[in-house]
């Protein structure tokens, strides 16, 4: 695995700022909901495509696949969306789903700071989430999704 700069802190910071200002999709319920995925991909599309993301996505899922069993059972479809979500909830509960998304984004995370570093990737996070303060965030420990 990469060692990068706190994305564990930054993907759980993102998440819960998610779960707080936005609502429920009509094809997911409230612990299914990927919204932070979903806020990223305009932007990093831009950046290096459709084909891109689906490839950024589907790696940070092969590396979170084996600390989250629930993630081996998700397809990554070709626009970058991620299919099976919907029955997830009622087999692993709300706070295995959580987890999941925590450590499938700080993947993902990691993965954009090893190809286009720290600053640029802050920036993009930045531009997805203009009114989420990232100031205290502690890119100098490490933790269980960094090595």
């Known amino acids: 695995m990469i060692r990068t700069i706190g994305t564990r802190d930054l993907a759980e910071r993102l998440i819960a700022y998610e779960a707080r200002t936005s609502k429920p999709s009509k094809k997911t319920g409230p612990g299914t909901n990927f919204s932070p995925f979903e806020k990223l991909r305009p932007h990093l599309a831009t ?41 997830l909830e009622s087999r692993w509960g709300p706070k295995a789903i959580t987890e999941g998304k925590i450590v499938l984004l700080a993947q993902l995370l990691g993965l954009l700071v090893a190809f286009i570093g720290e600053v640029l990737t802050l920036h993009l996070v930045r531009e997805a989430w203009p009114k989420l303060p990232l100031d205290a965030l502690d890119f100098g420990r490490g933790n269980k999704n960094e090595t």
């Open 47 to 87: 950046l290096m495509g459709n084909a891109g993301f689906h490839a950024l996505l589907a790696r940070a899922c092969t590396l979170a696949g084996p600390e989250v069993a629930w993630l081996r059972e998700i397809k990554v479809e070709a626009d970058g969306s991620l299919e099976g979500l919907g029955k």
